[in-house]
């Protein structure tokens, strides 16, 4: 009998991961992979109006910032891990690669997306409050959110790449995906003033497991489903 249950928890489990794999994959906007990732990257490159919503690389561990944080002070905040200032690099390193034209790079003010933007070397870096994150304090969701889209309907048919680094929950306000820790979201206004998601581009960890997303090698190893969804 108790191998009997033994073998029933885990068949459950397995089943459990599979639907939850099958669901994921089926939500957002299409992940970048092979003649996929060659056609988005065309677009970035060569497309007008184009914008990416780059969520911050890899942080230290934890959810949200510890209380009493301030922007004006990186040592009261939730920052990048090692990984991500070198994942921020070698993203900066993948967009100089595909020979993209950046246009502007805006970022939060927050140390994590501070950082990642400059660790990409992709220009000068304005701080966009928009960006801010409004985890903690929702009251500003809708406003923030209605800023951020304008500018990027101000970038509609114009010349090279809008960099936006921001956090989960604004991009997923925004676009209504949520990407992994250093994954873009492309995005471009319509000239009826919607906004157009073109795909997803990720950007692993380096040395991170390149076979599947994140958040599939997490729920393999039997950790929360929403473990990832940090802001």
């Not at 068949?11 to 970048?32: E, K, N, Q, Y």
């Not at 490159?45 to 780059?54: C, E, P, Q, T, Y």
């Not at 209380?67 to 990186?74: K, V």
């Not at 991009?171 to 998601?197: C, E, M, N, Y």
Request: glycine share 10%; net charge positive; aromatic share 6%.
């Amino acid at each position: 009998m108790r191998v009997m249950r033994r073998a029933g928890a885990f068949i459950h489990r397995a089943i459990v991961i599979v639907m939850f794999l099958l669901t994921f994959s089926a939500c957002g906007a299409p992940h970048a992979g092979a003649d996929g990732d060659a056609a988005l990257w065309a677009q970035v490159r060569h497309g007008r109006g184009v914008v990416v919503l780059l969520r911050h690389a890899q942080t230290v561990p934890g959810t949200g910032d510890p209380p009493g944080f301030r922007l004006d002070d990186c040592a009261t905040q939730r920052n990048l891990s090692d990984a991500g200032l070198a994942q921020a690099r070698q993203t900066g390193d993948r967009f100089r690669a595909q020979r993209v034209g950046i246009a502007a790079v805006r970022s939060s003010g927050y140390c994590r997306c501070r950082d990642t933007a400059v660790a990409l070397g992709l220009g000068a870096v304005v701080l966009d409050p928009a960006l801010n994150s409004f985890f903690a304090d929702r009251s500003t969701a809708a406003a923030q959110t209605a800023e951020v889209t304008r500018t990027i309907q101000a970038h509609r048919g114009r010349a090279g790449v809008l960099l936006m680094v921001t956090h989960l929950v604004n991009i997923a306000a925004v676009s209504g995906v949520s990407p992994g820790q250093g994954d873009a979201v492309v995005v471009r206004a319509t000239a009826a003033g919607a906004l157009d998601v073109l795909g997803q581009l990720s950007f692993p960890v380096p040395g991170a497991d390149r076979g599947a997303p994140a958040v599939w090698q997490q729920a393999a190893r039997g950790s929360s489903a929403t473990a990832w969804l940090k802001p």
